[in-house]
Each structure stands twice: as structure tokens, then as C-alpha cells.
Nanobody, 123 residues
Framework: QLQLDESGGGLAQAGGSLTLSCAAS????????LGWFRQAPGQEREFVAA????????WYSKSVKGRFTISKDNDADTVYLQMNNLKPEDTAVYYC????????????????WGRGTQVTVSS
């Protein structure tokens, strides 16, 4: 069983930055691809970014590409999401998730989920 614990959410102004962290509980976390998803009130959970188990490949949604950067530290069993140039539409609960699939941008590909961390961007 893999447990994921997100942190780093909070309030930011438009144009500002936040960095989210997701710590994995098991030493086997390096075997998993890790992703970030977000869910705004009344909306479905959507893909934000993902990184392969090795950290060598990354994927981004069109809405965040060029502004967000995902990275993985296998030694620390942690994945990060650096969010720059934040916009009010980035406001959502952000979830970290783990997958055994080599390429995964869909909610259904992910087996383990964190509880989420709130990000609020004011205009």
C-alpha cells in the first residue's frame, strides 16, 4: 500500500508562485509514475502533470504547460509541482497520485491518491 501526502498549498496572487510537494510513504515509490490532478468546485478532476518512474519523461496539460514544472526525487520519495505565473483559474484542490502505467494522463490510470491540498489564486 502506497500512501501519498501533499503539502504546500495556500493562497497566492495572480502572477505569483507556489510549490507543491507530495511525499510517498513506501521505499518502493520509485517504481511508480507520479501525477498531479486538480478539481475545482462543481467540476471533474482533471489532469495537470505527470512524471515517469525514472523522472526522465514528463507530460503536462495544455492549460499549465510552460507555467508548471513537475519533478521527482526518488532518493526522497517525493514529487514536486512548481507553479509559476498562477491564474485565478488554477484555483482548485490539487491531488497527487501514483500509477504503474508507463504513460498516464487519465484519472483511471492511477491506483493511489493523496487527500489533496487547496490552492487559491486571487485576482
Amino acid at each position: 500500500q502506497l500512501q501519498l501526502d501533499e503539502s504546500g498549498g495556500g493562497l497566492a496572487q495572480a502572477g505569483g508562485s507556489l510549490t507543491l510537494s507530495c511525499a510517498a510513504s513506501a521505499r518502493t515509490a520509485y517504481r511508480y509514475g507520479l501525477g498531479w490532478f486538480r478539481q475545482a468546485p462543481g467540476q471533474e478532476r482533471e489532469f495537470v502533470a505527470a512524471v515517469s518512474w525514472s523522472g526522465g519523461s514528463t507530460w503536462y496539460s495544455k492549460s499549465v504547460k510552460g507555467r508548471f514544472t513537475i519533478s521527482k526525487d526518488n532518493d526522497a520519495d517525493t514529487v514536486y509541482l512548481q507553479m509559476n505565473n498562477l491564474k485565478p483559474e488554477d484555483t482548485a484542490v490539487y491531488y497527487c497520485a501514483a500509477t504503474e502505467d508507463p504513460v498516464a494522463t487519465e484519472v483511471g490510470n492511477y491506483k493511489y491518491w493523496g487527500r489533496g491540498t487547496q490552492v487559491t489564486v486571487s485576482s
